[in-house]
């Protein structure tokens, strides 16, 4: 299975948000607060093969400074657990007044392969600092040049979330991953009506599309639908792979204040 930046252990970011405008920071949040949570199912070629889920919680930072901390669980169903087992956690803690992250933290499970990274972001002086945890315990300590303005590869999918593009538009926006600075520009193509699990929404087709060094990363067509409305919710992508197809549906919402959407989802 084809893996890329938005699929860590075959969900994790299949789920490309839109709303970006240019490199500088989103206003203070809307599109998004704590208590809202979105679930998923991900098939391959029409096989349900995992559940993911994105989770919004308030917490505290070092400082004791209010901050919003993005949950995201992946996790490989009974049919393809003998294939390519996966039970991962990613983390991003981020500034609830700009939506730029100051922390970051992987626990990848995949087959017998466990990963276990941080990243501590320090945006004023442009610079992150990657901490890896390595088979035998030892933990290694990298730092890296960012550019101004720079998201994981989580916070940068909830700051989409915020902003509203006009169809037609290009939009970009800096992502740092694995110890490597790319350029996510989204083509923001057409409105149309679709219907998932979750029920029936007049959304907004995107194409994502990664860049790495001026080069467009070559993995695949991947198209996102998001609701045409102020909260840009994913609902459904579509991804053509080497082998197959990925379909990622969102099945319920709620924004954890009464407004829910698909049915109850099992924890």
Do not use: C
């Amino acid at each position: 299975m084809n893996k890329s930046l938005y699929a860590p252990g075959l969900v994790i970011f299949l789920v490309v948000m839109v709303g970006i405008s240019t490199a500088g920071a989103s206003d203070r949040i809307k599109a998004f607060g704590p208590g809202e949570r979105m679930d998923f199912v991900l098939k391959w070629t029409g096989i349900t093969v995992a559940d993911a889920a994105l989770i919004v919680e308030e917490s505290s930072g070092p400082d004791d400074e209010s901050i919003y901390r993005i949950i995201s669980t992946a996790k490989s169903r009974s049919v393809i657990d003998s294939l390519y087992r996966v039970r991962s956690r990613y983390e991003s803690h981020i500034n609830p007044e700009d939506g730029l992250p100051l922390k970051y933290i992987a626990h990848s499970r995949e087959r017998d392969r466990k990963k276990d990274r941080v990243y501590l972001f320090d945006q004023e002086n442009n610079f992150v600092r990657r901490m890896e945890k390595g088979k035998e315990g030892q933990t290694t300590s990298e730092v890296f040049e960012i550019p101004e303005t720079t998201y994981d590869t989580i916070s940068s999918l909830y700051a989409m979330r915020n902003r509203n593009p006009e169809i037609g538009e290009s939009l970009p926006l800096n992502i740092f991953n694995n110890r490597k600075n790319y350029e996510l520009v989204i083509d923001v193509l057409h409105e149309e009506e679709i219907t998932t699990s979750a029920g029936r929404f007049n959304t907004v087709k995107v194409q994502p599309k990664l860049i790495s060094e001026g080069t467009e990363k070559k993995d695949g067509e991947l198209f996102i639908w998001v609701t045409n409305d102020e909260r840009h919710i994913p609902v459904l992508m579509k991804s053509k792979v080497k082998v197959g197809s990925f379909t990622l549906e969102l099945v319920r919402y709620s924004d954890g204040h009464g407004t829910v959407y698909g049915e109850q989802v099992d924890e």
